[in-house]
């Protein structure tokens, strides 16, 4: 199992930092993290490294104002720089690993957006959001 790590930029211009963990062989799929309140990627490194060692790999990101991305500790503008966030991570997912079936797992906190921006943007109602469930969009 390798670990590789990648940083972003927000639409704000915030660095964002993620890490994912790989599997040994060829990718059964990919599993798309967002945290829970008070947390930060490293904290799912047992998740990680379960999942690589099932042949998935796990993706995610310190979300804004947590672990070692940038932002006011706790806080965000709005709801919509939460999903802006997370498209932005899901775009470059899709970028990473082409191809791949994509899962995505909202924990606590992270439930609520990751829920969010999977059922508003097929519908067109998220103004400017990508359905990055689309092939133009990575999948």
């Keep these: 199992m390798e670990t590789t790590e990648w940083k972003w930029k927000t639409k704000d211009g915030l ?7 790989l599997p ?3 990718a ?3 599993v798309c993290l967002v ?3 008070g947390e930060h990627i490293g904290r799912y490194q047992p998740d990680g490294e379960a999942l ?3 042949g998935y790999v796990m993706a995610g990101f310190d979300q804004r104002g947590f672990g070692q991305s940038q932002g006011r500790r706790g806080h965000t503008p ?8 997370i498209d932005l991570f899901l775009v470059e997912v899709a970028r990473r690993y082409p191809g791949q079936t994509r899962f995505l797992y909202g924990h606590s906190m992270g439930g609520g957006p990751g829920a969010g921006l999977h059922t ?7 103004r400017g959001h990508r359905d990055w469930t689309q092939p133009e969009n990575g999948a």
């Design 15 to 21: 660095e964002m930092y993620s890490k994912a963990w």
């Design 120 to 126: 508003a943007a097929p519908s067109g109602d998220r």
């Design 78 to 85: 709005s709801l919509e720089a939460y999903f802006d966030d």
């Design 24 to 26: 040994a062989g060829e």
């Design 52 to 54: 690589a060692k099932a």
């Design 28 to 30: 059964r799929g990919v």
């Design 35 to 37: 945290h829970g309140v």
